[in-house]
C-alpha cells in the first residue's frame, strides 16, 4: 500500500471475525480476502493531508485509489470471462459496455472516487500503452474505473488522485493480506454513518473433486445507521441511539444515499453469463448487511473468473475456441459462497476503518466495535 500520510491499521481496529462475529456457514480462504482467489493482486494508494476549513483544490484530501489486477499475468494480453451488473445506476463504471458485449475483461479494475474517474482512466491507458506494444496503433483498450463519492469528508472537487498514485497502485499490487478500511478508492467512504471504505472476504467450495474460491472485495459508501444489520442483528439502530447525531450525506432530494462497488473473483470455470448471475447474488449479500439501494445510490457489481483454461489471447490464430465452465445444475455453493463474502467484505469495512476527521472538520466515527460485541452477544450471536 502507498500512501502520502496516515497509516493503517493503527489502534484496535479488527475484522469481524477477530471479534468472534461469523458471517454464513461455508469456510474462508486462509487470509479470507479476495487474493485467496490464486493470481489476484491488490494495491492501494491513500492520499491524506490537510486539516480545517475547505479550500477547494487544496484539502483537506482525504481519497486514493485501489487496484485489482484479475490474475498473475497481463490482463490485457489474458483476457478473462467478466460480467457487470447494477442494482442502482446513480454511479459510474467505465468500460461496462464492452464487457456486457464481449463478456470479457481485459484491464485492471481500479476503485476511487466520483471526480477522479477521469484522471484514474487516463493514468491506465498510459500505464499499460507502456506495458503492451500496438495499443494507439493496432489496439485499443477501455480500463474498467468504478468510483463511490467521497464528498463528506474529500475534497472532492479538487480531483487530487493524479498519475502517480494510480501507478503505484498498479504497480504495488500483490498478494497476500489487504488492508482493509481508510485505504485507497475507499479512505474518505461513509458506510451506513460511521466510518467505511475498503473491505473483504472470501469462501471455499468443493463441488465434485473439485475445490473453488470466491473472493470479494468492495468499496463501502452507502446506508444510514438505522439500516445496519449483522447476521440480523439490528444493530445500527441500537447503537445509533447511544451515540451523537452522526453525519449524513446532503443531496438535493430527501432519501439521498451513497453508494457501493463489489469486486467479485473466483477460479471456478465460469462463463460471462454465469458470472452475471454471481452478481445478482453479490445483491443478495448486499441486502444481507440491510442495503437498500435508495434513489442516490450506485451500486454496482462486477465478477470474473480467471481460470487459466478459459484466459484468452489477443492474438488468435484458430477460428474456433474451446472453454470450459461449470454445469448450472452445480453452481449454487457458488451462489451462497458469493452472498456471504459480499456481506462480510462489508462488515469487514465497518470494522477495519478508524475514526476520521475531514474537511471542515467534518468527524466521521468508527463503528464502536466494544458496543457491536455487546450487542451480539446480547442477541446470542456470540458465545459467552
Same mark, same amino acid.
Given at each position: 500500500?502507498?500512501?502520502?500520510?496516515?497509516?493503517?491499521?493503527?489502534?484496535?481496529?479488527?475484522?469481524?471475525?477477530?471479534?468472534?462475529?461469523?458471517?454464513?456457514?461455508?469456510?474462508?480462504?486462509?487470509?479470507?480476502?479476495?487474493?485467496?482467489?490464486?493470481?489476484?493482486?491488490?494495491?492501494?494508494?491513500?492520499?491524506?493531508?490537510?486539516?480545517?476549513?475547505?479550500?477547494?483544490?487544496?484539502?483537506?484530501?482525504?481519497?486514493?485509489?485501489?487496484?485489482?489486477?484479475?490474475?498473475?499475468?497481463?490482463?490485457?494480453?489474458?483476457?478473462?470471462?467478466?460480467?457487470?451488473?447494477?442494482?442502482?445506476?446513480?454511479?459510474?463504471?467505465?468500460?461496462?459496455?464492452?464487457?456486457?458485449?464481449?463478456? *470479457?475483461?481485459?484491464?485492471?479494475?481500479?476503485?476511487?472516487?466520483?471526480?477522479?474517474?477521469?484522471?484514474?482512466?487516463?493514468?491506465?491507458?498510459?500505464?499499460?500503452?507502456?506495458?503492451?506494444?500496438?495499443?494507439?496503433?493496432?489496439?485499443?483498450?477501455?480500463?474498467? =474505473?468504478?468510483?463511490?463519492?467521497?464528498?463528506?469528508?474529500?475534497?472532492?472537487?479538487?480531483?487530487?488522485?493524479?498519475?502517480?498514485?494510480?501507478?503505484?497502485?498498479?504497480?504495488?499490487?500483490?498478494?497476500?493480506?489487504?488492508?482493509?478500511?481508510?485505504?485507497?478508492?475507499?479512505?474518505?467512504? =461513509? *458506510?451506513?454513518?460511521?466510518?467505511?471504505?475498503?473491505?473483504?472476504?472470501?469462501?471455499?467450495?468443493?463441488?465434485?473433486?473439485?475445490?473453488?474460491?470466491?473472493?470479494?472485495?468492495?468499496?463501502?459508501?452507502?446506508?444510514?445507521?438505522?439500516?445496519?444489520?449483522?447476521?440480523?442483528?439490528?444493530?445500527?439502530?441500537?447503537?445509533?441511539?447511544?451515540?451523537?447525531?452522526?453525519?449524513?450525506?446532503?443531496?438535493?432530494?430527501?432519501?439521498?444515499?451513497?453508494?457501493?462497488?463489489?469486486?467479485?473473483?473466483?477460479?471456478?470455470?465460469?462463463?460471462?453469463?454465469?458470472?452475471?448471475?454471481?452478481?445478482?447474488?453479490?445483491?443478495?449479500?448486499?441486502?444481507?448487511?440491510?442495503?437498500?439501494?435508495?434513489?442516490?445510490?450506485?451500486?454496482?457489481?462486477?465478477?470474473?473468473?480467471?481460470?487459466?483454461?478459459?484466459?484468452?489471447?489477443?492474438?488468435?490464430?484458430?477460428?474456433?475456441?474451446?472453454?470450459?465452465?461449470?454445469?448450472?445444475?452445480?453452481?449454487?455453493?457458488?451462489?451462497?459462497?458469493?452472498?456471504?463474502?459480499?456481506?462480510?467484505?462489508?462488515?469487514?469495512?465497518?470494522?477495519?476503518?478508524?475514526?476520521?476527521?475531514?474537511?471542515?472538520?467534518?468527524?466521521?466515527?468508527?463503528?464502536?466495535?466494544?458496543?457491536?460485541?455487546?450487542?451480539?452477544?446480547?442477541?446470542?450471536?456470540?458465545?459467552?
Amino acid at each position: 500500500m502507498s500512501t502520502e500520510a496516515g497509516r493503517h491499521g493503527a489502534g484496535e481496529r479488527r475484522r469481524l471475525r477477530d471479534l468472534g462475529i461469523t458471517v454464513g456457514t461455508l469456510p474462508t480462504g486462509p487470509l479470507n480476502a479476495i487474493t485467496d482467489v490464486t493470481g489476484v493482486r491488490v494495491g492501494h494508494t491513500t492520499i491524506v493531508h490537510g486539516e480545517g476549513p475547505l479550500k477547494v483544490g487544496q484539502g483537506p484530501v482525504r481519497t486514493g485509489v485501489t487496484a485489482i489486477h484479475p490474475h498473475e499475468g497481463s490482463t490485457f494480453s489474458a483476457r478473462v470471462p467478466a460480467a457487470i451488473a447494477v442494482l442502482n445506476g446513480a454511479g459510474e463504471i467505465t468500460g461496462r459496455s464492452q464487457v456486457d458485449e464481449t463478456g *470479457l475483461l481485459d484491464t485492471p479494475i481500479l476503485l476511487t472516487n466520483t471526480f477522479s474517474v477521469g484522471a484514474v482512466h487516463q493514468a491506465c491507458v498510459e500505464w499499460l500503452s507502456e506495458r503492451e506494444p500496438g495499443i494507439g496503433t493496432e489496439d485499443f483498450v477501455v480500463p474498467v =474505473v468504478a468510483e463511490t463519492f467521497d464528498g463528506v469528508l474529500n475534497d472532492a472537487a479538487g480531483q487530487h488522485v493524479r498519475r502517480e498514485h494510480v501507478v503505484a497502485a498498479l504497480n504495488d499490487a500483490t498478494g497476500g493480506a489487504v488492508a482493509e478500511g481508510n485505504v485507497g478508492g475507499g479512505t474518505g467512504m =461513509v *458506510l451506513f454513518g460511521f466510518k467505511g471504505g475498503i473491505g473483504t472476504s472470501s469462501r471455499r467450495v468443493a463441488i465434485g473433486d473439485n475445490r473453488y474460491t470466491v473472493g470479494v472485495l468492495v468499496q463501502g459508501n452507502f446506508g444510514i445507521a438505522e439500516d445496519l444489520l449483522v447476521e440480523g442483528v439490528p444493530v445500527g439502530q441500537i447503537v445509533e441511539g447511544e451515540m451523537p447525531p452522526l453525519p449524513r450525506r446532503r443531496h438535493r432530494t430527501p432519501g439521498g444515499d451513497g453508494s457501493v462497488i463489489v469486486v467479485i473473483a473466483t477460479d471456478a470455470p465460469l462463463a460471462d453469463r454465469q458470472l452475471g448471475r454471481l452478481c445478482r447474488r453479490g445483491m443478495l449479500g448486499l441486502g444481507r448487511t440491510g442495503a437498500t439501494a435508495r434513489n442516490f445510490s450506485g451500486d454496482l457489481l462486477l465478477a470474473f473468473s480467471n481460470t487459466p483454461q478459459n484466459r484468452l489471447p489477443r492474438q488468435i490464430s484458430d477460428p474456433l475456441l474451446t472453454s470450459i465452465r461449470l454445469a448450472d445444475e452445480r453452481i449454487d455453493d457458488l451462489f451462497q459462497a458469493t452472498i456471504e463474502a459480499t456481506a462480510e467484505a462489508i462488515l469487514n469495512a465497518l470494522t477495519a476503518a478508524e475514526t476520521m476527521t475531514g474537511r471542515d472538520g467534518i468527524t466521521v466515527p468508527a463503528l464502536p466495535l466494544d458496543r457491536l460485541v455487546d450487542v451480539m452477544r446480547d442477541y446470542g450471536r456470540i458465545q459467552a
